[in-house]
């Protein structure tokens, strides 16, 4: 196996308070990385100019127009020259042992279509583990079915824990451009799809629950995320068992759109959602959502 080279790419829009924070937790790690590309996407507040004052010569700054964080992320993994992209968002960071876990992780499994580590949701009051009700003996290696993971808990990986071969990426393509939402759930299960899944549950990354201006936070949208629906006909082409757990994953990405509709008050679109045939396969969780939206809670 050739030598392993992280290219990481750090997405950036006006994240002048936390950016630094982000990049000090790459030159901290215990492997270094080949380079670091931050791709300011637009900025209107001083998050470039601190990048600019890094002195590490594997920093390099691109600058584009606002595109949306899926066209700054593919404009960095078309810069990079490593081997293996490791993404990181700009409100986030890294444990000094991220990079050293993904090597091995890498050398034990080579082909993966990509890597993650465990990951923490940093909140002021403290530090909140996702959940993972079927990896709780799991220890580092290939998940026996993605989907299954994903579809009876929070997601494996985030977008700043994960690290994508570049050979696979050619293969795959990058992330979705345009979409506000699922960009990155779109890229892992495509890739997931065609490739097993690395994983080490330790955490490694912090992914942090503070910053103002997060996509999460942002308003929801009343329409279908485009992604399930790509996903889903992509599995009509799958063997049963493997379009079962894939269809069970999309239940729940799309029960959970219509929760948030419901506690935004957008009940005639979470209705809309909720009334779809691939909602219904969520069981339990659909009919809550039901009530919820019958109640108008």
Excluded: C
């Excluded at 506000?180 to 330790?202: C, H, K, N, S, Y």
């Excluded at 008050?265 to 939206?293: C, H, S, T």
């Amino acid at each position: 196996m050739s030598e392993v080279q992280f290219s990481v790419v750090i997405p950036l829009y006006n994240k002048a308070a936390t950016i630094v924070r982000s990049i000090d937790s790459v030159l901290q790690q215990s492997l270094a990385a080949h380079e670091i590309i931050v791709v300011d996407n637009g900025s209107t507040d001083d998050s470039a100019n601190l990048v600019s004052a890094q002195k590490d010569a594997r920093i390099r700054l691109i600058q584009q127009s606002n595109q949306g964080v899926s066209a700054a992320r593919n404009a960095g993994i078309a810069a990079a020259t490593g081997t293996h992209i490791a993404l990181l968002d700009a409100d986030d960071a890294w444990a000094p042992g991220f990079l050293a876990a993904m090597q091995a992780l890498i050398a034990a499994h080579p082909e993966a279509g990509w890597y993650a580590g465990g990951y923490a949701f940093r909140y002021p009051e403290g530090d909140k583990a996702p959940s993972h009700p079927t990896l709780d003996s799991f220890t580092a290696g290939l998940l026996p079915d993605y989907f299954a993971v994903v579809s009876q808990g929070d997601m494996v990986a985030t977008a700043s824990s994960v690290v994508l071969p570049s050979h696979v990426l050619q293969q795959v393509g990058r992330f979705a451009i345009g979409e506000r939402i699922g960009e990155d759930q779109d890229l892992w299960a495509r890739i997931a799809l065609q490739f097993p899944v690395a994983f080490d549950p330790t955490v490694l990354a912090y992914y942090y629950q503070d910053s103002p201006d997060m996509a999460t936070k942002a308003r929801v949208d009343t329409k279908e995320w485009p992604f399930i629906a790509r996903l889903e006909k992509a599995g009509r082409q799958l063997p049963f068992e493997r379009q079962k757990t894939l269809y069970q994953y999309l239940s729940r990405q799309l029960v959970g759109q219509a929760s948030q509709l419901v506690l935004a008050k957008e009940f005639d679109a979470a209705q809309k959602l909720l009334g779809k045939p691939l909602a219904k396969i969520a069981g339990m969780r659909w009919a809550y959502w039901q009530v919820r939206n019958y109640l108008h809670l």
